[in-house]
C-alpha cells in the first residue's frame, strides 16, 4: 500500500495508531498548491545557438518521479548522433549517455538545497554541451577536492526513497558512473563547478573521431 511504501521509504512513521507524513514525501508525491511550495521546481532550457535565446523553455512543478520521466522525454529526441553508416545502415549514437544523464538529474533532486526559495533546478541543453544544474551549494562536509571520493547526502531519506523506488542502484556511486560512462561514449570527463548558491555539472559533446 502507499503507507507502507512511505514507512519503507523512511518518509512517513507510525505510532500510537497515528499515521505521520514526513516532508521528504511531500516533496517526492506531493501535490503543490498556492499555500505549499515544495522548492522541487525544474526548468528544462533548449539553446539551439550557442549565443542569443533560448528555442525552447518548460517549467516543471509536479511529482519528482513525473518530472524525472518529463526531463527524460524532452531529452531523448535531442540526444541522438549518427556515428556512421555500415552498410545500408546509420549507425546510432548518443551525445551523452543516458545512465550518466540519469544520475546528474537524480543527484540535482536529491542534493539540492531545499530549504532555498526562489532557485529552480535547471537542465540546459546547448549544441555542444549538457548542464545540469542543483540550487544550493555542496553541503558543508563535501568540498571540490573530496567530490567523488567521499559521500555526504543532504538529503538521505530522499536518496534512500529513489533506492527503494529503482531509480538508483547504489549511494555513494553517481559520480563515478558518470565518469565511466561518459569516457565509455567517447566523451570528455564531467566538468563540476560550485558558484555559492548552486552546484553544476556539465557533460560535453563526445570527441570526433
Do not use: W
Amino acid at each position: 500500500s502507499g503507507e507502507e511504501l512511505l514507512l519503507k521509504m523512511g518518509l512517513a512513521t507510525r505510532a500510537g495508531g497515528r499515521f505521520r507524513i514526513q516532508s521528504g514525501a511531500f516533496i517526492l508525491f506531493g501535490k503543490e498548491d498556492g499555500a505549499t511550495l515544495l522548492q522541487r521546481d525544474f526548468t528544462f532550457v533548449r539553446y539551439d545557438a550557442l549565443d542569443g535565446m533560448y528555442a525552447y523553455r518548460e517549467d516543471l512543478s509536479l511529482p519528482v518521479p513525473r518530472v524525472f520521466d518529463r526531463l527524460m522525454e524532452l531529452l531523448r529526441p535531442q540526444n541522438r548522433r549518427t556515428r556512421g553508416i555500415s552498410g545500408l545502415k546509420r549507425q546510432e549514437a548518443v551525445l551523452y549517455p543516458e545512465e550518466a544523464v540519469r544520475e546528474a538529474l537524480l543527484n540535482a533532486f536529491g542534493h539540492r538545497d531545499y530549504r532555498l526559495a526562489g532557485l529552480r533546478n535547471e537542465c540546459r541543453l546547448y549544441p555542444d554541451r549538457l548542464e545540469i544544474i542543483s540550487a544550493g551549494a555542496l553541503p558543508g562536509l563535501i568540498s571540490m577536492e573530496t567530490l567523488g571520493t567521499r559521500h555526504y547526502s543532504r538529503n538521505p531519506k530522499i536518496m534512500h526513497a529513489f533506492m527503494i523506488l529503482g531509480l538508483v542502484e547504489e549511494l555513494g556511486q553517481g559520480i563515478p558512473l558518470m565518469r565511466s560512462a561518459l569516457k565509455r561514449n567517447g566523451n570528455p570527463p564531467p566538468e563540476f563547478s560550485d558558484s555559492g548558491e548552486v552546484f553544476k555539472v556539465v557533460f560535453r559533446s563526445p570527441r570526433s573521431g
